[in-house]
């Protein structure tokens, strides 16, 4: 068990629709860090927040967005699903940007 | 071309033999990451290197920055070790990942 906590764990949508992804890091990791994980791009990071702060981007669509809460927990929006959106989604958290612990994943399908 | 190499793709190997994974990359970095992903999806970080050599048990990670080179030895390898071994970069506050590694152990 990492220590981080992902829900929820398999998410079943539609086309069109919007989700939120929650994240609860490791009790005193202030960043966090969300990836997806998709059977034709392998692993790809998304975006990473320090202390409440976006601290750095990677490929994340205009159309997801991410915060972190004054809790440290934070949440992934995904709006206007595509079908490929279906991945894998991972958050993890760390000090900085050292060793990070990854939680167990959140499972999206857009049907 | 992908700025992080892994070789092999696919490697099976007999319980009790010594594996090399190896990662090639092409960015400056500031940190290599390995990570272990098993059949069930979980990711677990098995070493963040920025030098030399680091070993954990039966593995060992070692970089060589100016070749842009990183292997990942398993030492008297199980079943268990059965995973996806992935190598990962920070370079300027992005992460750029392998595709992968599939370790397959047999009894």
């Known amino acids: 068990d990492s220590g981080v906590t992902q829900t929820p764990k398999h998410l079943i949508t539609a086309t069109g629709q919007r989700v939120t992804l929650r994240c609860s890091p490791r009790s005193g990791d202030l960043s966090v860090y969300w990836y997806q994980q998709s059977l034709d791009q392998g692993l790809q990071f998304l975006i990473q927040?320090?202390?409440?702060?976006?601290?750095a981007k990677g490929n994340i669509l205009e159309r997801f967005s991410a915060q972190q809460f004054p809790d440290l927990h934070s949440e992934l929006n995904l709006s206007s699903l595509e079908l490929g959106d279906s991945a894998l989604y991972f958050c993890?958290?760390?000090?900085?940007?050292?060793?990070?612990?990854f939680g167990p994943g959140t499972r999206l399908l857009v049907l | 071309k992908n700025e992080v190499e892994q070789s092999p793709q696919n490697l099976t190997a007999q319980e009790g033999e010594f594996i090399t994974i190896n990662c090639s990359y092409s960015?400056?970095?500031?940190?290599l990451h390995w990570l272990q992903q098993h059949p069930g999806g979980g990711i677990v970080s098995l070493f963040m290197l920025s030098s030399g050599k680091k070993k954990h048990g039966r593995l060992i990670a070692t970089i060589n920055i100016q070749e842009k080179h990183s292997s990942l030895h398993i030492t008297a390898s199980h079943p268990r070790d059965s995973a996806v071994y992935i190598c990962?970069?920070?370079?300027?506050?992005?992460?750029?990942f392998g595709a992968g590694t599939r370790l397959t152990v047999k009894p």
């Open positions: 993890a958290s760390s000090v900085n940007w050292e060793t990070q612990y």
């Open positions: 927040y320090y202390n409440g702060e976006e601290r």
């Open positions: 960015v400056g970095i500031s940190a």
């Open positions: 990962a970069v920070n370079n300027n506050n992005d992460m750029r």
